[in-house]
């Protein structure tokens, strides 16, 4: 019997959910972070949503949140102008850090020793956390405000993507650009794979994969609709996107195919991303909500459970929870 | 005809009355630095939690020790109500929410076996004391 996705709506925040990130597999588990309009970025444990704190302290709008991959620490960017680290076990504000403008990125190198952040006043800054006081490293270039700046090639390089409507490489010691991308219009979104250096880049309508050293094109799909965000699952067969129309589409990364369609959000999808074991993935949109989607449906994980057709008129079957969704399943 | 995957509950909200990272979550108790406030400069200061951690030790191992030699003592517990009550002390359990008592002598009899809330006392002072050796009182943290 087919089996009807059943999205895990995630409520607390009060403003649209602009940004989403998941943390490593930690021995606890693994962790989930939200940005959001009402400045109240919060953690959620990954695998079920279920929420962990609140970061209280940012004063307007947080366009971007990450952790560490050990969930220890936590990075947000906010539109009253600071970038602020957090003790992610504690939510305890451990740094701010003032910029002149909106800061709209923010993302930690692997040992969590640096971060990099990136916003409105098109510089990227890399702050050396063993010496928050000392002043970060700029790299300019940028000819309008960046969107998103990543770490890639074991740190060694910085990709960022602006409203100047390019994608820019650069060499971390140089502060130099290595390769740039121009495209006709602004990328909404970037995603960094670092096992094998896969780039997820999305504009208009367009999901496109490049490779992250050379900035050569892997290939590009088109999606129905406009798109905010997409993610590519770690085992790279599977990639979601979401954006204008409320949905969210899963297409077969080797066959361009698209697979699945479902409803849900009640407002633009504006960040998707798979969880580390590419088990789910999550989606924030404009209603306020995040939902996590199952990768295989019906499959036992999470708050998932797998039931058996003849449990399902069993007396003794758990309670059964179901959402107003009507997902859409393509044959 | 498909069926929608269940689910076995939803998934936990934001409590509204406070920012949440529970104190007593595995993860917290794991990796939390003690008390040492996050506004210090370095991350953590070994000197000063290798410190704290020893003198928590010291009271943990003189509070089990503690509990050790009350180990079947009479003691008099001090409820609410004026009520006082004697008993032969047992044991607690691992978060002092309760403790064994046996031969515990009530207004209204005495019980062979109970289980005594930590919680309801209005303050618990401990009497503790043997036919040979003269009383020692034991005020308890509450």
């Keep these: 019997m087919a089996m009807r996705q059943t999205p895990l709506t995630c409520s607390g925040h009060t403003r649209p959910v602009v940004d989403l990130a998941f943390s490593g597999i930690t021995p606890y588990g693994y962790f989930l972070i939200s940005a959001c309009k009402d400045g109240k970025p919060m953690l959620r444990q990954g695998d079920t949503g279920d929420w962990i704190g609140t970061f209280l302290g940012h004063k307007g709008a947080v366009w971007g949140a990450t952790l560490n991959n050990e969930a220890t620490k936590a990075a947000t960017a906010a539109a009253d102008f600071t970038a602020k680290v957090w003790d992610a076990v504690t939510g305890d504000e451990v740094l701010t850090l003032a910029h002149k403008h909106i800061v709209k990125s923010v993302n930690f190198t692997q040992d969590s020793s640096c971060l990099l952040t990136g916003g409105n006043d098109k510089i990227i800054r890399i702050y050396d956390l063993n010496k928050p006081e000392a002043e970060p490293q700029e790299i300019t270039g940028h000819t309008s405000a960046i969107k998103k700046a990543l770490w890639c090639n074991n740190d060694t390089q910085i990709l960022s993507a602006a409203d100047d409507k390019t994608v820019r490489l650069w060499d971390r010691n140089s502060t130099e650009v290595v390769k740039q991308l121009s495209f006709d219009m602004s990328v909404s979104s970037m995603e960094y794979i670092p096992d094998g250096e896969v780039l997820v880049i999305t504009y208009g309508k367009t999901i496109a994969f490049y490779n992250a050293l050379s900035l050569d094109m892997i290939k590009t799909v088109d999606a129905p609709a406009s798109i905010h965000s997409a993610s590519l699952h770690p085992d790279k067969d599977f990639f979601v996107a979401g954006g204008d129309d409320f949905k969210l589409y899963k297409f077969d990364y080797g066959t361009k195919e698209e697979l699945e369609s479902y409803k849900g959000h009640f407002g633009p999808v504006h960040c998707v991303r798979f969880s580390p074991d590419g088990e789910l993935y999550a989606s924030g949109s404009e209603d306020g909500t995040l939902r996590l989607w199952q990768t295989a449906v019906g499959k036992t994980y999470g708050l998932w459970k797998c039931v058996l057709p003849e449990e399902l008129v069993s007396e003794n079957s758990d309670t059964i929870y179901c959402t107003t969704a009507a997902p859409e399943i393509k044959a | ?142």
């Excluded at chain 2, 269940?6 to 920012?19: A, I, Y």
């Excluded at chain 2, 180990?71 to 309760?98: C, P």
């Design chain 2, 1 to 142: 005809m498909s069926t929608l995957v269940t689910v076995l509950r939803l998934p936990r909200g934001p409590d509204p009355n406070g920012r949440g990272f529970d104190p007593n979550s595995t993860r917290f108790v794991a990796l939390c630095p003690t008390t040492i406030s996050a506004s210090t400069e370095t991350w953590t200061d070994s000197v000063e939690v290798g410190e704290e951690q020893r003198a928590r030790s010291a009271l943990r191992e003189s509070f089990l020790r503690t509990l050790i030699a009350m180990t079947n003592k009479q003691v008099q517990f001090h409820m609410y109500e004026r009520v006082e009550v004697e008993a032969k002390f047992g044991a607690s359990d691992i978060d002092v929410l309760n403790f064994q008592v046996s031969e515990l002598q009530t207004p209204i009899g005495v019980q062979k076996e109970a289980l005594l809330r930590a919680k309801h006392r209005k303050m618990l002072l401990m009497t503790v004391y043997d036919a040979d050796d003269p009383p020692i009182e034991l005020p308890t943290d509450d």
